[in-house]
């Protein structure tokens, strides 16, 4: 069975840094595009960040490009999102989920629970 | 303000069929599959349909996707109460260099 689980928000001030981790489970990691969608407090979801199987393509939504990186370590079975220069609107339910094969294109399928990132101003 | 427009609510009593619109545009629903997810509050968000109109595994076949052109639609028959969520649409868009895009959801409630 594939497992997701997310770690790594918490309680930062404006301009900080976090890095988020989802350690996999389940399934052949190194073949697998993973994402980072967002739910903000009485929103809907943002999608924020795609890698691909390899880790050779990633993606960013624009009101992240910059200041977020997303990577792989294909040893440890965990994708990570590093955020820097948090702002107040990063505030949000992070949630990895695993993509389709190789490619960044094709279902989101299982979600993690979602870690939560507060950004205090 | 999202990619693909959804219309914030809808609602139905048991029984009866729902169905939820999205819209977007070349770039993406007109190029490429459309997926739906549904989001019950404190879960994480599940994979209700892939590739337009197919259903994973576990997923009742009271739910079903259609797509036309830039829009795409969820049918929801035989309501049940159990069905009430968020639902959410999303597409890959082939714009700038790509990127996911979602809808601004859709809260279902069963009357």
């Known amino acids: 069975e594939v497992h997701l689980l997310e770690s790594g928000g918490g309680l930062v001030q404006s301009g900080g840094s976090l890095r988020l981790s989802c350690a996999a489970s389940?399934?052949?990691?190194?073949?697998?595009?993973m994402s980072w969608v967002r739910q903000p407090p009485g929103k809907g979801l943002e999608w924020v960040s795609s890698i691909s199987g390899s880790g050779g393509s990633t993606y960013y939504a624009d009101s992240v490009k910059g200041r977020f990186t997303i990577s792989r370590d294909e040893s440890e079975n965990t994708v990570y999102l590093q955020m820097n220069s948090l702002r107040a609107d990063d505030t949000a339910l992070y949630y990895c989920?695993?993509?389709?094969?190789?490619?960044?294109?094709?279902?989101?399928?299982?979600w993690g629970q979602g870690t939560l990132v507060t950004v205090s101003s | 303000q999202s990619v693909l427009t959804q219309p914030p609510s809808a609602s139905g009593t048991p029984g009866q069929r729902v169905t939820i619109s999205c819209s977007g545009s070349?770039?993406?629903?007109?190029?490429?599959?459309v997926y739906w997810y549904q989001h019950l509050p404190g879960t994480a968000p599940k994979l209700l349909i892939y590739r337009n109109n197919q259903r994973p595994s576990g997923v009742p076949d009271r739910f079903s996707g259609s797509k036309s052109d830039t829009s795409a639609s969820l049918a929801i028959s035989g309501l049940r109460s159990e069905d009430e969520a968020a639902y959410y649409c999303?597409?890959?868009?082939?714009?700038?260099?790509?990127?996911?895009?979602f809808g601004g959801g859709t809260k279902l409630t069963v009357l």
């Open positions: 389940g399934f052949t990691f190194g073949s697998y595009a």
């Open positions: 070349s770039s993406n629903i007109g190029s490429n599959y």
């Open positions: 999303a597409a890959w868009d082939d714009s700038l260099s790509g990127h996911w895009v």
């Open positions: 989920a695993k993509g389709a094969i190789f490619g960044v294109a094709g279902a989101l399928d299982p």
